[in-house]
């Protein structure tokens, strides 16, 4: 099972981006996924999440009413919608599956994260 980040970028502030996540292999036991990401000097840290199929969705406090994760049916990329990008957005984004659902603090566990992409960098200018 593999996932594949794309979309990334550089845009001034208060511009948007999308970023998207394909899959490959065996996806039928993947029951979450979301996007974590890290700036530079600091360390990562979750951005959101979403469950599969019982959809609900879950957000860093940082980024909630401005990102929203998205995906319309198991065959379709999960998709991260970023409005009113900030310079403190600019980090690489790393798209994550795991076979679980998480709920709350526990989608922010980086080790509960079964499957990782390489990554994609954002970098939103001043």
């Known amino acids: 099972f593999q996932v594949v980040e794309s979309g990334g970028g550089l845009v001034q502030a208060g511009k948007s981006l999308k970023l998207s996540c394909t899959t490959s292999?065996?996806?039928?036991?993947?029951?979450?996924m979301g996007w974590f990401r890290q700036a530079p000097g600091k360390e990562r840290e979750f951005v959101a999440a979403?469950?599969?199929?019982?959809?609900?969705?879950n957000y860093n406090d940082a980024v909630k009413g401005r990102f929203t994760i998205s995906r319309d049916n198991a065959e379709n990329p999960l998709t991260l919608q970023m409005d009113n990008l900030e310079p403190s957005d600019t980090a690489i984004y790393y798209c994550?599956?795991?076979?679980?659902?998480?709920?709350?603090?526990?989608?922010?566990?980086?080790?509960?994260?079964?499957?990782w992409g390489r990554g994609t960098q954002v970098t939103v200018s001043s």
């Open positions: 994550v599956a795991r076979l679980d659902y998480c709920v709350g603090y526990i989608c922010a566990i980086e080790t509960d994260w079964e499957y």
């Open positions: 292999g065996y996806t039928s036991g993947i029951h979450a």
């Open positions: 979403l469950n599969w199929p019982q959809i609900s969705t």
